[in-house]
């Protein structure tokens, strides 16, 4: 049998370390520990940005990659978030507060297929590629587990209340297979100047410290600000759509 490069290796890692982490949030929530639980899908999404950009860094992407990382997907955020919000509030609401559970997953298995198809279309303009159609799934689990950070900070009353916490669970999986144009990230890569680079790296710092500090506060401002933002990615995405021009691409930006 031919021989595999190590570094081919390393993404797959990568991934299987966010697959253990994902499920072992579920051991967490089972053991009534939810703070970990919700500790252990943020490690989950960390490796899952990093999976894929460390395999293009090492040259290692491979189809059996991407199907791993898909399949790890649907567990880290279609599965183990909204059994994480069952067993701390959704069971007692019993059979409805399942249906719930369920609608996110199947919603979430949705988003992803039709990721990959539209992944593979070649036909697909160059400029859509910034652009996520509806939220993705590690978004979706970001904003679905927001009832979770309010209740660590003080909102203690929100377990009581499982019909709020099924339909914010139902508008999260709407959101995911809706045709809601979302930044995609990629927008990262558009140049600046050199003199915007301080202030940018002070701003980093000072997220850095915030979120050290009060992690369910900045959690919770992440989630709200990502719902805000949603609005502002469909006014880009219509506008770019009418001109039909490749966003981002600015001829007088300067390189770092």
Partial sequence: MKRLPIRSLIPNSLTV???CAGLTSIRFALEG???FAVIAILIASVLDGLDGRVARLLRGTSKFGAELDS???FVNFGVAPVLVLYLWCLQAWGGLG???????AVCCALR???FNVDHDDP???A???NYFTGVPAPAGALLVMLPLYLSFEGATFLPELPWIIALHTALVAFFMVSRIPSFSGKRLGIKISRDKVAP???GVALFAALFVSYPWIMLSALAIGYLLLLPVSSWRYAQNKAQQITPYDDPDSHVL
Avoid at 98 to 104: H, N
């Fill in 98 to 104: 399942w249906i719930a559970v369920l609608g996110y």
């Fill in 112 to 114: 992803l297929a039709r």
């Fill in 200 to 202: 940018i790296l002070l």
């Fill in 33 to 35: 520990r939810f703070e």
């Fill in 71 to 73: 399949l790890t997907d």
């Fill in 17 to 19: 370390f966010a697959l």
């Fill in 127 to 129: 400029w859509m590629g």
């Fill in 123 to 125: 036909d697909r303009p």
